[in-house]
């Protein structure tokens, strides 16, 4: 009978197909599959199935290897000793055909760790892709828990789970040395004579497995555990992390059958409130499976913070004790830092910040996040930035948290308010250099993680999320002056990215924190800040009214400046309420006291403002020299922008087309180096419109188009290009 190894070589080069080609087709790696050919490999069925399908061999090939030992069966000399995989292993499709195809790679390293925090899964990921590939070594697969964490059992020491091995390798008592050292060297000499699976299950740390997994072998070890075990210098690394969302409603609705929630939304909540983690939604099915509770009564209960845990328990299994396992493993300074995170916002915390929110310099937060990170209580990527799953921040706030003292809590707060206030004024600063800010009192940041206008606008775009929540965590903590500067001081970027929501939520937050601290001043300008927000809203009757309460507050604290600043902003409120005449007078008045005092951005607003009103009441001459003289004293890229989109359009209701256009092209390009979407789809919104006046329909279309394509609204409330192009004569 001829050699399994030559007749696959020789079918396949008959075949025209290379390894590569091979090894696409039947799911092994191109290494493997050439030592297979060169007789270095032993083969089992389930390769010679897939080589002879692939190849059309009829079956010839897999004839070759007949006597081999089918997956799951016990071979001469071998053991099986892998526990049942069960009935609901779904999902991990991908990573079951990675990890299998590691365990088959000569090319990798004996020894692999399987890890990821607790619940995701990791065993039964492990004993399937063992199962997988346990027909290609003849002495078997054995199964072996270390109880590294195991609720209420004590892990085996080094040298218990070397003598328990040999045991099971059948090794009589009486050959067992009485050293470690003696069990670590017999070990050693017994995987190197065979060729098996060891899964060593639930392992705490690299000492405890280490005698084990040093020697030389041509067996393979799969190790699970919840720490990264980074000591284990040679092994390989397999992370698991939680399923995706489709595959853990999958994993719902296998486990329970008709008892799983009918709609499919609901079974989505439900399983993003388990986090995807695969133990909580195994534990709400097993709940599903036993009655008693309707899925919107269980969705609730999972959305409560307060009620999470206790609904992912039932009796046997529960997510809180698998978690408090990996916590009281902690030392005393981890526990606290663990704690101190549920107090930052449910998002990615910056390194600096966790270091203001725990006050430790830099290598010390280091170290206590590096040890939380192996530990998969935390997560920690390339950035630096630091993050918590949802069910480990509802832990953590739970149970790690009040182990941290009152004072310690409000301290650490107020350290990561005031970091985080004081790194977005310099943010601001850069951004908008020429804006007022009222001064905080703290001191700059020693590093901020930007460096010029660009890089400042995008570190405010991926925190503005944080920086909002921060808001309210100022009010909550007692901080009402670091909540209503720092809402303030993100008006800015808010105004910038049209984010009303969080603009407003933020400032009636601010609001209620500046009255409670008596500040009518500051009262005042977070009133002002609110009227902008409805202006641009599109609701002008709302920001009339916060304009004129800011003005009264202003006039409370006898502050020049901010009343200046509310009879400017109640005139634009007044503007878009259609009152062009009174809005023209007080901007015009206003203008005055801004060339007096040198407020060079407020003039061109305030030109801005008085070119649309004398647009309204079709004094043209005047609107021309107001949007003119505003772009010639815009200091800011994006305030150049907005003034020639003023430009284009005073040309535009003057008839003057093709200066109309001239000029939008112009703000197009002034946007799109200002990084502004919404100025640029002013302007492509504003060529549509010119070009429809022309008669020019298939060109207005395409501007209109490309103007829809960014992700900005068009209020025609507020933005007279959007108005106008929903007039009924551009209509289909």
């Not at 072998?217 to 210098?233: K, M, Y």
């Not at 989505?268 to 388990?274: A, G």
């Not at 990215?497 to 939520?505: D, G, H, S, T, V």
Request: hydrophobic share 45%.
């Amino acid at each position: 009978m001829p050699d399994f190894g030559a007749e696959l070589k020789r079918r396949r080069m008959s075949a025209g197909m290379s390894l590569t080609g091979l090894a696409a087709s039947v799911h092994f790696t191109k290494g493997y599959l050439s030592k297979v050919e060169n007789g270095k490999a032993r083969v089992n069925r389930d390769l010679a199935k897939a080589c002879d399908q692939a190849l059309g061999a009829g079956g010839e090939l897999l004839a070759l290897v007949s006597d081999a030992v089918s997956p799951g069966r016990r071979s001469a000399g071998g053991i099986v000793g892998l526990p049942d995989g069960g009935r609901y292993f779904v999902g991990r499709e991908t990573e079951l055909e990675a990890l299998s195809a590691r365990l088959l790679d000569p090319d990798h390293a004996p020894v692999g760790v399987v890890h990821g925090m607790a619940g995701a899964g990791k065993t039964a990921l492990a004993v399937a892709a063992a199962r997988r590939v346990a027909g290609t070594f003849p002495d078997g697969c054995l199964f072996f828990d270390l109880r590294g964490h195991t609720p209420g059992a004590v892990e085996l020491s080094a040298g218990e789970a070397l003598h328990r091995l040999l045991r099971l390798l059948d090794v009589s008592a009486d050959q067992l040395p009485a050293d470690e050292d003696g069990l670590a060297n017999l070990v050693r000499d017994q995987l190197r004579r065979r060729r098996l699976i060891l899964v060593l299950d639930n392992v705490r740390s690299a000492e405890q497995i280490r005698a084990i997994v040093d020697g030389e072998t041509s067996s393979r070890i799969l190790v699970t555990s919840r720490g990264r075990l980074p000591a284990l210098d040679d092994a390989w690394h397999f992370p698991v992390e939680v399923l995706p969302l489709g595959d853990a409603v999958r994993l719902l609705r296998s486990i329970a059958g008709e008892h799983a929630p009918a709609d499919d939304e609901v079974a989505t909540e439900i399983v993003r409130h388990c986090g995807r983690l695969p133990l909580a939604v195994r534990i709400v099915a097993a709940r599903f499976l036993a009655g008693g509770w309707t899925a919107a009564k269980l969705r609730d209960r999972l959305a409560d913070e307060t009620t999470r845990l206790g609904a992912l328990e039932d009796g046997e299994r529960s997510v809180a004790t698998a978690f408090t396992v990996s916590y009281e493993a902690l030392t005393a300074d981890q526990r606290r830092l663990l704690g101190l995170l549920a107090l930052h916002p449910a998002a990615a915390a910056e390194t600096t910040a966790v270091e203001a929110l725990a006050g430790l310099a830099a290598g010390e937060a280091d170290r206590l996040v590096d040890r939380l990170h192996d530990a998969h209580l935390v997560v920690r990527d390339e950035r630096g930035y630091v993050e918590l799953h949802d069910l480990m921040r509802t832990f953590a706030a739970k149970h790690a948290l009040p182990q941290v003292k009152q004072e310690d809590r409000e301290v650490a707060v107020r350290r990561l308010v005031e970091h985080l206030v004081a790194l977005t004024v310099a943010a601001d600063e850069l951004a908008e250099p020429y804006r007022f800010r009222p001064s905080t009192g703290l001191p700059a940041p020693a590093a901020v993680p930007f460096s010029d206008a660009e890089s400042a606008l995008a570190w405010l775009g991926a925190q503005w999320p944080t920086l909002a929540d921060i808001v309210d965590s100022a009010a909550r903590h007692g901080l009402p002056d670091c909540c209503w500067q720092l809402a303030f001081v993100l008006r800015a970027f808010f105004y910038r990215e049209k984010l009303f929501e969080p603009w407003i939520r933020t400032h009636e937050r601010a609001l209620e924190a500046a009255r409670a601290a008596g500040n009518p001043s500051a009262t005042g300008m977070i009133l002002n800040n609110l009227g902008m927000a409805h202006i641009e809203s599109g609701r002008p009757d709302d920001a009339v009214r916060y304009h004129r309460e800011a003005r009264e507050q202003f006039a409370l604290a006898h502050d020049d400046r901010g009343a200046t600043d509310a009879q400017s902003s109640l005139a634009w409120a007044r503007l878009y309420r259609g009152e062009a005449e009174p809005a023209l007078a007080d901007l015009t008045a206003v203008l005055a006291v801004y060339r007096r005092t040198g407020r060079t951005r407020n003039v061109v607003i305030a030109l801005r403002g008085i070119a649309l009103a004398s647009v309204a009441l079709g004094r043209f001459p005047e609107a021309q020299a107001a949007a003119s003289e505003a772009s010639g004293l815009a200091q800011l890229p994006v305030d150049r922008a907005m003034s020639v989109n003023c430009e284009a359009w005073v040309h535009f209701r003057a008839g003057r087309r093709e200066e109309a256009a001239r000029d939008y092209r112009r703000a197009a390009d002034l946007a799109d180096d200002a990084g502004s979407e919404y100025e640029r789809a002013r302007a492509l919104t504003g060529l549509g419109n010119t070009a429809a006046e022309r008669g020019e329909r298939a060109e207005a279309e395409r501007w209109w188009a490309e103007a829809d394509g960014y992700r900005v609204t068009l209020n025609p409330a507020v933005l007279g290009e959007a108005a106008y192009r929903s007039r009924p004569a551009f209509a289909e």
